[in-house]
Structures are given as structure tokens and as C-alpha cells.
């Protein structure tokens, strides 16, 4: 099952929007040659687009610097870009498409070549924020920029008063200020009180065989591509974030809504509700949530690197009970990490999808109440049970009143909910591959590849009628947070193979007159038993774990009205006897797929 599952949200994703997040990182660059480092993922568009595209044509190269991080590689001085090195890979606006270089990749540095006749020019490149991810070779130099503060950027000094001590008298730094390359470019950084750490500059680092891993104050670690998609499903995402410096440290979670994205790129409909995981409740189990957005930043203190507390795990959910919201809109925005001494700041892309309902929900109802029948019979004046003209006792009222039963009694549903169609409750279905080895939900095993059952699935709930065809009893509307849908369920008195008051070999119970030779009506041995079920959906609980399950968990108040048909009366109607039950379901969605695969 998990298998399964596993293709069937990868299946999901490579078919959905594609998220995306977007901020421009801007680069002052001069005539000659130059040092980027990229914080954002700008690989949506080729080079030959991204800069060849500019009509004035003023960055003429590009080259990336791609270490080798052998121990057998050592670098004493910073290299100049030349073709016959594969560490490097370029680009250059004769060569076009021939180049080398195609795409930009974040956290990687860059020389580039702006034209002679340009003094200054402003390089204005939009992508994804990503967090910072850095490969640290002791074998040499290392091609590398920080993530600091563009507003106010620290000099050297300033920025590695909090790194190792061994890190700083060890360090050396060379920069391109711009300009021919030569003895003045790259040049070593020896004012390191007055130099700023510009962010998105690259500097050529030497620290003989000391392996650094100070690049800020603090570090945010994020899994996988350095950027939080939740996607349609996912309900919550860690990131880590550690002090690395050896005195305490305030960490701000600041929120920036997402730029607008280049042309071609998906719609952003509007900023991603978050929310972070406060405090569990320890009597429910549940926790706490603040809302984070432009407004509500958050904060935390840090202990100083190696003490308890130097680091922590911020959880991050999105809101997907809010109303308003169409499912397939992407949602996004920037996190911004910042540290209380305005030397760093990290940002860290995030973004998902408004999900829908639609898929196999399978859970359970829990009967927790069930309505009496109690009749109450007039008595006589002798305190007697009174007896009318044709014998029978007179029942005066009738006490359906619901009570509460010792345990609750499970109720299993399978519930299939397609898009925009009403939902259907299901006896039984299966999943797993079919033969063109798609992960299907179906109706008859028989739809399944037969070499790989052991791969399958079989859910079933025995309290409803089993029938070959397995069409399923339609509900009168679509499960969505807040609805309310029935469904009636019939039982017919003469189906041998589900109804309990049908007995195939007592003569009592078989529906056949004394002779087996005719069939006797409803309601003379067995009778027929409709269930109309209702399923109210509820709003989630207003809690981290309610608010961000919406689109994997629904819940609400499940009731059900039995009646029972027995003998036709005057008129035609049928005796009828009525019970009702209440209690509460949960239902979890398990795949998303939108077609329940019916055998002909």
C-alpha cells in the first residue's frame, strides 16, 4: 500500500501546478569582469533568454566555477576563466546556444563580463529564494558569497567577529572590484574593517586546511531544494535553524509576499496562509498555532552554539480551512531569517496549492446514540392494561428519545468523492496497478494486474449490501468542508446475500410458502431496510493540527434513520417501523484519484 501510495502522490505533483516563488536579486555590476553569487534559482529560463534576450547587449559572459572537491585538487590562487579548465563552464553572447553554460543554479558563484563602455550596470535577475547550501573544500581556495543584509551590509571585520577564531586569523579573501582581469583584479581584501560583505558578491577564499562552516551568525537548513512546497497534500514542513555563533542570538521569521512571475510562469492568486506550530495541549494532544504573514513576524532566542537550545525546529502548516480559496490557485510568498544584529539575512521560498476533495476517503463512523422505541399503553380503571375491540393493547405514545450507548460500535465508509460530480459510498474497492501498471481504484479486482496483487488492496465494509455490479449508492452532493450529503442505502427483503432477517435455509425465514413453491411478500418473513445516512461535515478543530488537515481528514456528525418496511396496508403503504442513530465520523483521503475504474 504504501508503494501504491507513494506513486500516487508523484503522480499528483508531476501533473499539478508547478509552485513557484519569486524575488529579484539585483547585482551592481562594472565594465570588466566581476563576482555574483546567487541566492535565487533563476533556471525556469535559459541564458540565451535570461541575458541574451537584453537588446543592449551589456553582459557579454558568463562563467561558473564548478570545484572539484577531491583532496587530490588544490587551488593557491584565484584562476581566470579560461575554456581548457573543466571546472569551468560558460556562456557568451557569440557562442549562444552553443554555449556550455545554459542555466543558472543558486548557491553557485559566477564571473561575469560587462561590456568596457558600460561605468555601472544594475543586474536585475528574478527567481526562486532558496536557502543557502554551501560545499567547503579544504584542498585550496573556494569560490563563495554570504548571505548578508543588502540594506546594511557588515564590513569583514564586523561580519567575522562571531566566527572561530581560527577561521578569522586564517581566512584570506580576494574580490573583483571590476575592470580587465589582472594583478588589481582579483585583488586581495587587507582593509577588512572598511570593506562591506556585499550580498550576492563572491569572494575566492583561502583558509589553508581549516573546513569552515561559518557563512552567517546563524544557519537555516531546509530539506531537498532549499525551498518549502507544500504542494496540494502535504499538511506541515521543519526547518532547522541553529545559532552558530558562541554568544546568544534572537532569530526573526519575517514574511514578504511573492513578486510577480516572470512571463510563462504560473499565476500567483494570492499569499500562503502559515501558520507555526505552537505548545501541545497535553490533556488533547493538539497544538497551539500563530499566524505568520507581513504583519506577525516571530522571534525566537537562541543559546550559543553547543548548549541546549543553540538550536530548533520551526514547524510550518498551511491554513487550508480558510473559505474563499479555489482549489488548483497557487499560493506563495518569501521567508525571511534575519538575526538581531542585522548581519544576515536568509530567504527561503514558499508555496502550495489550494487542494480539493476529490479521491477515495476511507474512515469510520462511531454510533455513540440510539434512538429508543417505547411504546406507552393506556391502562384501564382497574390500573389493567387496556384492550380495545379487536383485542389489542392501545399504545398511547411512543418514546423514540436517543440515548447513549456503552461502546460505540464502528460503522466503516468508503466514500468516493470524483470532481465536481456527487460522492459515492462504496461497499468495497480495490486498489492497486492495473495492467499498464497505473495506480487505479476500482470497482472488481478483476481490473487489477493479477501479477502484482500482492501489491493491492481490498477495503470493504461488511454493514453494507453486497452486490456484484458494486456501483456504489450515490450521495446528493460533493464532500466539501461544511456540507451536509445523504445517501439512502436499500436492502431488499428478498436479497439472499445481505439481508440479516433472510435465512436461505430455515423455512421460517427463506421467503417461500409452506411448500417452497411461491414467493411470500415483504414483510411476511423478511423485511426491507432502507438506510438514509447523512454525513454533516464540520468545521476542523481551531487547532495547528484541524486547521492543516482539511485536505488529507474530514469529520463531522454522522446519522442514520433505518426503516423498516414490512406488510402492504390499506392503501398500499407498507408497515413501516423507523430507528435512528447518531454519532461522529472521521474519513482520511488516501489517494486522489478521480475515477472510480468500473468493470464492464
Given at each position: 500500500m504504501r508503494r501504491i501510495l507513494t506513486s500516487l502522490a508523484a503522480a499528483t505533483m508531476a501533473c499539478g501546478v508547478m509552485q513557484a516563488q519569486w524575488l529579484t536579486q539585483q547585482f551592481n555590476l562594472k565594465a570588466g569582469w566581476n563576482a555574483v553569487f546567487l541566492h535565487v534559482d533563476p533556471s525556469h529560463a535559459e541564458l540565451d533568454n535570461l541575458v541574451g534576450s537584453d537588446p543592449d547587449g551589456n553582459i557579454q559572459e558568463i562563467w561558473l566555477w564548478r570545484p572539484e572537491l577531491s583532496s587530490q585538487q588544490f587551488i593557491d590562487s584565484p584562476q581566470?576563466?579560461?575554456?581548457?579548465?573543466?571546472?569551468?563552464?560558460?556562456w557568451s553572447r557569440i557562442q549562444g546556444p552553443a554555449s556550455t553554460l545554459r542555466?543558472?543554479?543558486?548557491?553557485?558563484?559566477?564571473?561575469?563580463?560587462?561590456?568596457?563602455s558600460v561605468a555601472t550596470y544594475t543586474w536585475s535577475l528574478k527567481g526562486q529564494p532558496v536557502a543557502p547550501s554551501y560545499q567547503w573544500t579544504t584542498s585550496g581556495l573556494n569560490f563563495l558569497g554570504f548571505p548578508t543584509d543588502a540594506a546594511t551590509p557588515p564590513t569583514f571585520d564586523t561580519f567575522l567577529g562571531r566566527a572561530p577564531a581560527e577561521f578569522r586569523r586564517s581566512a584570506e579573501f580576494f574580490r573583483y572590484p571590476g575592470g580587465p582581469l589582472g594583478a588589481g583584479n582579483p585583488a586581495q581584501v587587507f582593509a577588512l574593517r572598511t570593506t562591506p560583505v556585499r550580498r550576492g558578491e563572491a569572494y575566492w577564499i583561502k583558509s589553508g586546511d581549516y573546513f569552515n562552516r561559518y557563512f552567517s551568525p546563524f544557519e537555516v537548513s531546509v530539506s531537498g531544494t532549499g525551498q518549502v512546497k507544500f504542494g496540494e497534500l502535504q499538511r506541515t514542513a521543519g526547518i532547522r535553524i541553529n545559532n552558530l555563533t558562541t554568544s546568544p542570538l534572537t532569530l526573526r521569521l519575517g514574511f514578504q509576499a511573492s513578486?510577480?512571475?516572470?512571463?510563462g510562469q504560473p499565476a500567483i492568486a494570492g499569499e500562503i496562509p502559515l501558520l507555526i506550530r505552537g505548545t501541545r495541549n497535553i490533556q488533547t494532544g493538539s497544538y497551539s498555532y500563530t499566524r505568520l504573514n507581513a504583519a506577525t513576524p516571530a522571534t525566537w532566542t537562541l543559546a550559543p552554539a553547543g548548549a541546549d537550545g543553540s538550536g530548533i525546529e520551526v514547524v510550518l502548516g498551511v491554513d487550508r480551512s480558510l473559505p474563499?480559496?479555489?482549489?488548483?490557485?497557487?499560493?506563495?510568498?518569501?521567508?525571511?531569517?534575519?538575526?538581531?544584529?542585522?548581519?544576515?539575512?536568509?530567504?527561503?521560498?514558499?508555496?502550495s496549492i489550494v487542494g480539493n476533495t476529490t479521491g477515495l476517503w476511507v474512515g469510520a463512523a462511531a454510533v455513540t446514540q440510539v434512538g429508543q422505541y417505547l411504546k406507552k399503553y393506556a391502562l384501564d380503571a382497574n390500573g389493567q392494561t387496556a384492550i380495545d375491540a379487536d383485542g389489542k393493547f392501545v399504545a398511547i405514545s411512543t418514546n423514540t428519545a436517543m440515548t447513549g450507548v456503552a461502546t460505540p460500535y464502528p460503522l466503516r465508509l468508503i466514500v468516493h468523492n470524483p470532481t465536481n460530480a456527487p460522492a459515492s459510498l462504496f461497499q468495497r474497492v480495490f486498489?492497486?496497478?492495473?495492467?499498464?501498471?497505473?495506480?487505479?481504484?476500482?470497482?472488481?479486482?478483476?481490473?487489477?494486474?493479477?501479477?502484482?496483487?500482492?501489491?493491492?488492496?481490498?477495503?470493504?465494509?461488511?454493514?453494507?449490501?453486497?452486490?456484484?455490479?458494486?456501483?456504489g449508492w450515490r450521495f446528493n452532493g460533493s464532500l466539501?468542508?461544511?456540507?451536509t450529503v445523504s445517501v439512502s442505502v436499500t436492502n431488499r427483503f428478498n436479497d439472499g446475500q445481505s439481508n440479516p432477517f433472510v435465512h436461505t435455509y430455515h423455512?421460517?425465514?427463506?421467503?417461500?410458502?409452506?411448500?417452497?413453491?411461491?414467493?411470500?411478500?415483504?414483510?411476511s418473513e423478511s423485511y426491507?431496510?432502507?438506510?438514509?445516512?447523512?454525513?454533516?461535515?464540520?468545521?476542523?478543530?481551531?487547532?495547528?493540527?484541524?486547521?492543516?488537515?482539511?485536505?488529507?481528514?474530514?469529520g463531522g456528525v454522522y446519522t442514520e434513520t433505518l426503516r423498516v418496511l414490512g406488510l402492504a396496508r390499506g392503501g398500499g403503504n407498507a408497515d413501516t417501523r423507523n430507528f435512528e442513530v447518531r454519532g461522529e465520523f472521521i474519513l482520511n483521503r488516501i489517494t486522489s484519484i478521480a475515477a472510480v475504474s468500473a468493470a464492464p
Amino acid at each position: 500500500m504504501r508503494r501504491i501510495l507513494t506513486s500516487l502522490a508523484a503522480a499528483t505533483m508531476a501533473c499539478g501546478v508547478m509552485q513557484a516563488q519569486w524575488l529579484t536579486q539585483q547585482f551592481n555590476l562594472k565594465a570588466g569582469w566581476n563576482a555574483v553569487f546567487l541566492h535565487v534559482d533563476p533556471s525556469h529560463a535559459e541564458l540565451d533568454n535570461l541575458v541574451g534576450s537584453d537588446p543592449d547587449g551589456n553582459i557579454q559572459e558568463i562563467w561558473l566555477w564548478r570545484p572539484e572537491l577531491s583532496s587530490q585538487q588544490f587551488i593557491d590562487s584565484p584562476q581566470a576563466p579560461i575554456s581548457t579548465d573543466s571546472r569551468w563552464q560558460s556562456w557568451s553572447r557569440i557562442q549562444g546556444p552553443a554555449s556550455t553554460l545554459r542555466t543558472l543554479t543558486p548557491n553557485l558563484a559566477y564571473l561575469v563580463k560587462v561590456k568596457d563602455s558600460v561605468a555601472t550596470y544594475t543586474w536585475s535577475l528574478k527567481g526562486q529564494p532558496v536557502a543557502p547550501s554551501y560545499q567547503w573544500t579544504t584542498s585550496g581556495l573556494n569560490f563563495l558569497g554570504f548571505p548578508t543584509d543588502a540594506a546594511t551590509p557588515p564590513t569583514f571585520d564586523t561580519f567575522l567577529g562571531r566566527a572561530p577564531a581560527e577561521f578569522r586569523r586564517s581566512a584570506e579573501f580576494f574580490r573583483y572590484p571590476g575592470g580587465p582581469l589582472g594583478a588589481g583584479n582579483p585583488a586581495q581584501v587587507f582593509a577588512l574593517r572598511t570593506t562591506p560583505v556585499r550580498r550576492g558578491e563572491a569572494y575566492w577564499i583561502k583558509s589553508g586546511d581549516y573546513f569552515n562552516r561559518y557563512f552567517s551568525p546563524f544557519e537555516v537548513s531546509v530539506s531537498g531544494t532549499g525551498q518549502v512546497k507544500f504542494g496540494e497534500l502535504q499538511r506541515t514542513a521543519g526547518i532547522r535553524i541553529n545559532n552558530l555563533t558562541t554568544s546568544p542570538l534572537t532569530l526573526r521569521l519575517g514574511f514578504q509576499a511573492s513578486e510577480a512571475p516572470p512571463a510563462g510562469q504560473p499565476a500567483i492568486a494570492g499569499e500562503i496562509p502559515l501558520l507555526i506550530r505552537g505548545t501541545r495541549n497535553i490533556q488533547t494532544g493538539s497544538y497551539s498555532y500563530t499566524r505568520l504573514n507581513a504583519a506577525t513576524p516571530a522571534t525566537w532566542t537562541l543559546a550559543p552554539a553547543g548548549a541546549d537550545g543553540s538550536g530548533i525546529e520551526v514547524v510550518l502548516g498551511v491554513d487550508r480551512s480558510l473559505p474563499g480559496q479555489n482549489p488548483g490557485d497557487l499560493l506563495a510568498g518569501v521567508l525571511q531569517f534575519s538575526d538581531g544584529t542585522s548581519q544576515a539575512r536568509v530567504d527561503v521560498g514558499v508555496s502550495s496549492i489550494v487542494g480539493n476533495t476529490t479521491g477515495l476517503w476511507v474512515g469510520a463512523a462511531a454510533v455513540t446514540q440510539v434512538g429508543q422505541y417505547l411504546k406507552k399503553y393506556a391502562l384501564d380503571a382497574n390500573g389493567q392494561t387496556a384492550i380495545d375491540a379487536d383485542g389489542k393493547f392501545v399504545a398511547i405514545s411512543t418514546n423514540t428519545a436517543m440515548t447513549g450507548v456503552a461502546t460505540p460500535y464502528p460503522l466503516r465508509l468508503i466514500v468516493h468523492n470524483p470532481t465536481n460530480a456527487p460522492a459515492s459510498l462504496f461497499q468495497r474497492v480495490f486498489t492497486g496497478y492495473d495492467t499498464q501498471t497505473n495506480v487505479v481504484v476500482a470497482n472488481s479486482e478483476a481490473l487489477l494486474d493479477r501479477s502484482q496483487l500482492a501489491q493491492a488492496r481490498r477495503i470493504s465494509a461488511p454493514h453494507l449490501p453486497f452486490t456484484t455490479a458494486n456501483a456504489g449508492w450515490r450521495f446528493n452532493g460533493s464532500l466539501t468542508a461544511g456540507a451536509t450529503v445523504s445517501v439512502s442505502v436499500t436492502n431488499r427483503f428478498n436479497d439472499g446475500q445481505s439481508n440479516p432477517f433472510v435465512h436461505t435455509y430455515h423455512p421460517d425465514h427463506d421467503n417461500l410458502n409452506a411448500r417452497f413453491t411461491q414467493t411470500v411478500p415483504q414483510g411476511s418473513e423478511s423485511y426491507t431496510i432502507v438506510r438514509d445516512i447523512t454525513l454533516q461535515l464540520t468545521p476542523p478543530a481551531d487547532d495547528f493540527g484541524g486547521r492543516t488537515s482539511v485536505g488529507e481528514t474530514l469529520g463531522g456528525v454522522y446519522t442514520e434513520t433505518l426503516r423498516v418496511l414490512g406488510l402492504a396496508r390499506g392503501g398500499g403503504n407498507a408497515d413501516t417501523r423507523n430507528f435512528e442513530v447518531r454519532g461522529e465520523f472521521i474519513l482520511n483521503r488516501i489517494t486522489s484519484i478521480a475515477a472510480v475504474s468500473a468493470a464492464p
